[in-house]
């Protein structure tokens, strides 16, 4: 990939149990790659990019609370759904999702948006795969001024036959060599 993404080449974990991650303040950096996410492939076309991941895992406020955060991004090639032609959308998550074991106490978490019980070590490409499928747009479609159904102007198709008529025939020259043999 391009160079700016060095960072990328960190080796992640198929499992990992986000709360032993938080207990010790772990950071997870690099790639996924795309086929991991089936769901999320569906959405897009050939020629999108494995997914970049930064995820910090922490303790939070209370007592058997903890935290995970950063950023997902991917850039997915798919199909505008006003011209129907592929385009680039990079898709970008910003997840923060509270962590508690099964049966620990969650007062004061009731404001809180988004909680993930941790029951057992999970895979790590099924929740970056869930948060990214969150931050999918609705209808993806081009920017209405680069969308080419959204400034769709009549192209007018005269003039090929002119050109057509001055190109040589190639198999003219073949028909000459049938001829005298
Ligand atoms: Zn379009």
């Known amino acids: 990939m391009s160079p700016s993404w060095k960072e990328s080449h960190g080796h992640l974990p198929a499992t990992i149990d986000p709360i032993q991650l938080a207990e010790r303040g ?5 790639t996924l790659p795309l086929k ?25 406020e209370g007592e058997q609370v903890f935290v995970m955060h950063g950023t997902l991004r991917v850039r997915l090639r798919m199909t505008c759904q006003r011209c129907l032609e592929g385009m680039d959308r990079v898709v970008e998550a910003a997840p923060w999702l509270l962590l508690t074991r099964p049966g620990s106490r969650r007062d004061r978490l009731d404001d809180e948006p988004d909680i993930l019980v941790v029951d057992k070590p999970l895979p ?20 209405l001024n680069e969308c ?10 005269a ?7 001055k190109k040589k025939n ?6 000459g060599l049938k001829k005298t043999s």
């Open 26 to 30: 772990a950071r997870l950096t690099g």
């Open 36 to 60: 991991s996410m089936p769901r999320l492939m569906q959405t897009c076309l050939e020629g999108s990019d494995d997914v970049s991941v930064d995820l910090l895992f922490e303790r939070g």
């Open 124 to 143: 790590l490409s099924a929740l970056v795969e869930d948060e990214l499928l969150l931050a999918l747009p609705m209808v993806p479609t081009h920017a």
């Open 148 to 157: 080419p159904a959204g400034t769709y102007v009549k192209q007018d198709t």
């Open 159 to 165: 003039g090929g036959g002119s050109a057509e008529g």
């Open 170 to 175: 190639p198999f003219a020259a073949l028909n």
